[in-house]
DNA sequence: CTGTTAGCGCGTTCAT
DNA sequence: ATGAACGCGCTAACAG
């Protein structure tokens, strides 16, 4: 069994220190209110007694409660992590703490999320929100909201414009002598996945070739896999999937049925989260999700600093990064 | 500039429904204490005026808020996002939230997290911690505490044996006739990386090969990768790799060399993270962070309810996962 | 069953 | 420069 200290109060520093309790408080907010010698006897006294603030009831008598909430859809695809740890990295900065939600990909969740969040945090980052346009606003109007990856007029976001790469990586097919592609989706509800389909219809019929949709509906390994069937049956010679662990479903279904990549088909993915790792190296759209992270929290600081709400749209540009998994048509 | 609702409060939901505060705050938390009547007219006035619960306040007031810590070394680690995901999935069981803390492998920085979770959760799992005993102790002592992967007498902890899987490994080497083999290590302070290693030894001598140890500092791809000098220089034909990633770099800078994989040396990773994703497919010992994160927020949610610290040690075995990394020596 | 009265620990006027 | 007093929003102990 353990002892454990039962919170020391501002009220005994204060006692030990033979002072007000406003003092001991001032000590640790405003130090330079008092006299350099009073607040080293506060110190010292809070030293001894293993004093800390009590960070609850500073946030009721403040109203600011120093933390932030982020929230994804899913922790395990690897488009997050690195998203997650630049937003923590970005919060300590400034010494705010980091509430971390996993909506499963489920909207319900998501929204009870919220609201579990809302009254403990001062502002939120919802990350790929799959919630509908009318529970984000309604949302944004209770608490500051920053959006990263849906751009919903009127509220703070930041975009990663896979738009760009992935008109680079059409290009590319078309290049190579491919008259067929097929892009493989991710979430209906994802505002990425939308950006991305629309590009691909896009940059094909700008460059004359055909482009057809096949859902994978999760962006997973097995979806990708799963959706190995469909997309032969198309007749296409190469693809472009939602993400990489998408893609690497599609490797995998490929290879199963001994289609080799890049020799007889060529494969594309997004978010670069493989690339190092997959054999072949995956050709992939560059992913910006660090700076997203970065970008969305210190946005968020922002707005709680200066109490108004700017309506910024921040666009971060991809482009495709080349490696194995794609050649000319022979 | 979009309209920030400020907080109704309990007094004017009982103003409103014509009864005192403390049934407003009674129909919230024990309806079963006021008549069904007095609970609708209450439950309508504030639906009415879109009362909430201010959740920082009732926190000051009972000492619980409903939140759990976690803290882990590296978010961006494969190692850890199902961890935190089941962390995360238990927790909302019991209606929980949880506080993330990311401390880029940095003791400094996991004591200041710890220090500013502390007063707002009610509890703390630190994974794989760089703390050393005494600082864990120090935090035990102020608040429930779990550990992952860090034994520590009277502390509960949740520990992957992957001691079990390393023997597995060292045996799987030895039948395929090597006779001389290296441990790529890991962090230092790491639990997970000494017990590796040890078991690397034990299993070693017992059957009879050699077994030397190269370090990697930090437990990444690229440390891996500048390994590959000093485990060739060794002259072993076999590695086992802290962990997948660092793997993933030995293979890479193997393939550099022209060293072939499983053709000319052996190489198996752990926790099994990147199997599926890397060719050829690793050799590896399984991993069981999931279970860890979801057992560890379970007990600590049990701590919590109790208010009575067991000394639990909870064990998770693994095994060797064969794939193709490994090969008889020719 | 319901209202009254104290706090929870801290920040912040307003005096001194 | 420092202290006394009030309030943040809510729960809990104590009446009735």
């Known amino acids: ?39 080293e006897r506060i110190m010292k006294a809070a030293e001894a007694l293993g004093y800390v603030p009590n960070h609850t009831a500073r946030a009721l008598s403040t109203g600011r409660h120093g933390n932030v909430g982020l ?42 999320l919220v609201g579990r969040f809302a009254g403990q945090v001062e502002g939120l ?27 919903l007029d009127g509220i703070p976001r930041v975009l990663i414009d896979s738009g760009s790469g992935v008109h680079e990586a059409v290009e590319h097919l078309a290049k190579l002598g491919h008259r067929k592609i097929v892009y493989v989706s991710g979430p209906s509800t994802s505002w990425s996945n939308k950006q991305r389909r629309s590009a691909v219809r896009a940059a094909a019929s700008s460059l004359g070739i055909e482009a057809e949709t096949v859902p994978a509906v999760l962006p997973s390994y097995n979806s990708g896999r799963n959706a190995v069937g469909a997309i032969l049956a198309t007749g296409a010679t190469a693809a472009i999937a939602f993400d990489d662990l998408t893609a690497q479903g599609v490797l995998a279904g490929l290879a199963e049925k001994h289609v080799s990549v890049p020799g007889d088909f060529s494969l594309i993915g997004c978010d670069d989260v493989l690339g190092a790792v997959t054999y072949p190296a995956l050709t ?21 600093q200066s109490r108004a709400i700017r309506d910024v749209r921040y666009v971060l540009e991809t482009h495709l990064v080349v490696r194995n998994t794609t050649a000319a048509l022979r």
């Open 1 to 39: 069994m353990i002892k454990r200290a039962k919170g020391v109060t501002i009220s005994q520093v204060a006692e030990a220190a033979g002072v007000a309790r406003s003092s001991v408080s001032r000590a640790f907010t405003r130090p330079d209110m008092l006299s350099p010698e009073t607040v």
């Open 71 to 112: 929230i994804v859809p899913d922790i395990a695809n690897p488009f997050f992590p690195p998203m997650i740890r630049a937003a923590q990295l970005e919060a300590d900065r400034s010494d705010f703490c980091i509430f971390l939600g996993n909506t499963e990909e489920n909207p319900k969740q998501e929204d009870k």
């Open 284 to 304: 992939s759209v560059s992913n910006r999700s660090m700076e997203a992270g970065r970008v969305a929290v210190s946005l968020l600081l922002d707005m709680l």
């Open 125 to 151: 980052v919802l990350a790929s929100s799959r919630l509908s346009d009318e529970r984000i606003r309604a949302h944004a109007g209770k608490l500051p909201l920053v959006l990263i990856n849906r751009d």
